[in-house]
């Protein structure tokens, strides 16, 4: 397993269609989280997993966003109607549950809505 | 609720130069501080961590000492090579997520 794992790397799409993202985390790890990162910003949290469970969701998220983790493995990240604001880099990251946090990152997705 | 208030950049140095990156924290409780890097076209690495007051972090030459009293988590690197050029991210973590600065970017000539 060499580590977190995003697909796609890039993606153009249309206003107003839908897309998502998938995530595979590392294969020990029962946490995963997503973030949004924003030029010049720190990634914000979106969301976070512990196995199947989604445990939070940030208020950044709106009502477009949905994500799923399907028998605590991959995860997947779907915005429904995109607009141009949901441009931006979505990280994907996992850690295990013990010990400090210590969360290891994908290289996420750039989306571009056009 | 947690932030991290970071060092704004870019920062330019000359090879062998010393680097300082400031980053202070609100927090409640006893958070986790770390320092994550990203290369050109790569992601979020972890550069190194501390979990309580007092901790030194370090990894690659860089450090960091975990300060309580001050709340902050400085980075610092006595010479810097070409290669650190990258931006960096001072975080924390009080539970299980992580709060990030807006990033640094250092830029090392040669």
């Known amino acids: 397993d060499t580590g977190v794992s995003q697909d796609p790397r890039h993606k153009i799409t249309k206003r107003g269609q839908n897309v998502t993202f998938r995530c595979d985390p590392i294969s020990e790890h029962n946490r995963l989280y997503w973030y949004r990162q924003t030029l010049g910003q720190g990634p914000e949290f979106l969301t976070y997993f512990q196995n199947e469970a989604q445990l939070e969701k940030s208020r950044l998220l709106s009502d477009r966003f949905s994500a799923e983790r399907p028998k605590g493995s991959f995860s997947t990240l779907e915005i429904q109607r995109t607009e141009q604001g949901d441009s931006a880099m979505y990280l994907c990251a996992s850690s295990s549950r013990t010990g400090v946090t210590e969360a290891f990152f994908g290289q996420g997705t750039r989306l571009t809505v056009v | 609720g947690n932030s991290v208030t970071q060092m704004e950049g870019p920062v330019t140095l000359s090879e062998e130069a010393f680097l300082t990156i400031n980053c202070t924290y609100t927090?409640?409780?006893?958070?986790?501080l770390f320092w994550y890097v990203q290369y050109p076209g790569e992601g979020l690495q972890l550069l190194l961590k501390?979990?309580?007051?007092?901790d030194k972090g370090s990894n690659k030459g860089f450090e960091a000492t975990y300060r309580k009293e001050t709340t902050s988590f400085h980075l610092e690197k006595g010479s810097v090579q070409v290669s650190d050029s990258a931006v960096y991210f001072c975080?924390?973590?009080?539970?299980?997520?992580?709060?990030f600065g807006a990033g640094t970017t250092v830029t090392v000539r040669a």
């Open positions: 501390a979990t309580k007051a007092d």
């Open positions: 975080a924390l973590t009080g539970d299980y997520k992580l709060s």
């Open positions: 927090a409640t409780g006893y958070p986790s």
